[in-house]
């Protein structure tokens, strides 16, 4: 086994998640060749430990879409963007029956998660969050998918009606890590997106956040982000690559090699040796040719479908893809209350 392989195996003691030296996951970076593929091997063997050869299928629905208030230097739907690019439709909250028939579309082609994205900074109208709670509540009972929402910056109450109306899952991104923020966004804080997290897991509900790489931060920015998510303790983990949109301060990042977004998966799953990693957004823009070994890194989720903005893989591929790789999907389970 390489010599750094080989540390962090003595370091954490048989897969036990003890504190990695920024420095020595620094050197992941450096890694190529055997040795690569040995700290390759590593990360595999602590998700297979962890969580199986199964491999969760996310899928999402824009269910409102059009300009934000917010200046997030990544999104298109940004106030930003949307000074540059007026392509964009701006669409009202999609009805119950539509999201639910969304969902049902997830569940066929193979999901097991089903999240309803909205733009804006928050749900905080009455009536919408009626609409999300009802078409939760459908989803629980009709489409036997596990449903998910992703809505901004939520207050606390908002969360534990969702809840109550059988929502399982709240995803929020940290996006970036703590010092780099700034950088991305000023309209809210990175302090508002831990606030949000926090809430989510005191109202019950299993957490979703992760990061967008390739924004412009350094490689110890992304260390810091594992690391950051490691402290909030969140069940799964989404590992964006940045798709950069025309119109967006962003545009013209320099892109990803696949490698870097590869050894970043890993390091992820080194410091968060438990946790869902899902490889998300940008995967096929970054990582091409090599998205299988995505799943060999240490990811174990994919976002399966359309993304908000970009198109995604066919999904008849995506699961002709694992198989390939021997492994299998992730079967939502059927609930066990109805949600009246």
Do not use: W
Request: proline share 4%; charged share 20%; net charge neutral.
């Amino acid at each position: 086994m390489s010599s750094l392989a080989s540390k962090i195996t003595k370091l954490t003691g048989g897969y036990t998640g003890l504190e990695i030296p920024d420095d020595m996951l620094l050197s992941v970076y450096g890694l190529s060749g055997s040795s690569l593929i040995e700290l390759f091997s590593l990360a595999l063997a602590l998700k297979e430990k962890y969580t199986g050869t199964r491999v969760n299928f996310c899928s999402i629905i824009s269910a409102k879409t059009g300009i934000c208030s917010e200046d997030c230097a990544f999104c298109g739907q940004s106030a930003i963007a949307g000074k540059k690019e007026k392509k964009i439709k701006v669409n009202a909250l999609m009805t119950v029956s539509e999201i639910v028939e969304a969902a049902k579309i997830a569940k066929n082609n193979g999901a097991n998660e089903f999240s309803i994205v909205t733009s804006g900074t928050s749900i905080t109208d009455e009536n919408e969050l009626r609409i999300i709670g009802d078409a939760v509540r459908s989803i629980k009972n009709e489409a036997g998918i596990t449903p998910c929402a992703s809505l901004g910056l939520m207050k606390y109450e908002h969360l534990l009606f969702l809840k109550g109306c059988g929502l399982e899952i709240f995803h929020h991104n940290i996006e970036t890590s703590r010092g780099y923020f700034q950088k991305i966004c000023s309209t809210h804080s990175f302090a508002d997106n831990i606030e949000t997290v926090k809430s989510a897991k005191k109202a019950g509900l299993k957490v979703c956040s992760g990061v967008i790489i390739g924004m412009g931060e350094s490689r110890l920015d992304r260390i810091k982000m594992a690391k950051e998510i490691k402290e909030l303790d969140v069940d799964n983990i989404p590992v964006n690559f940045l798709n950069p949109i025309k119109g967006t301060p962003l545009e013209n990042a320099e892109p990803l090699t696949p490698m870097e977004c590869l050894k970043t998966l890993a390091i992820f799953r080194l410091v968060n040796p438990s946790k869902n990693i899902l490889a998300q957004g940008g995967r096929e823009h970054n990582l091409r040719q090599l998205q299988p070994l995505a799943l060999m890194a240490g990811a174990n989720g994919l976002l399966l479908g359309n993304y908000l903005l970009t198109n995604g893989r066919n999904p008849e591929l995506d699961l002709e893809l694992i198989c390939d790789l021997g492994l299998e999907p992730n079967i939502s389970e059927p609930p066990q209350t109805e949600y009246a």
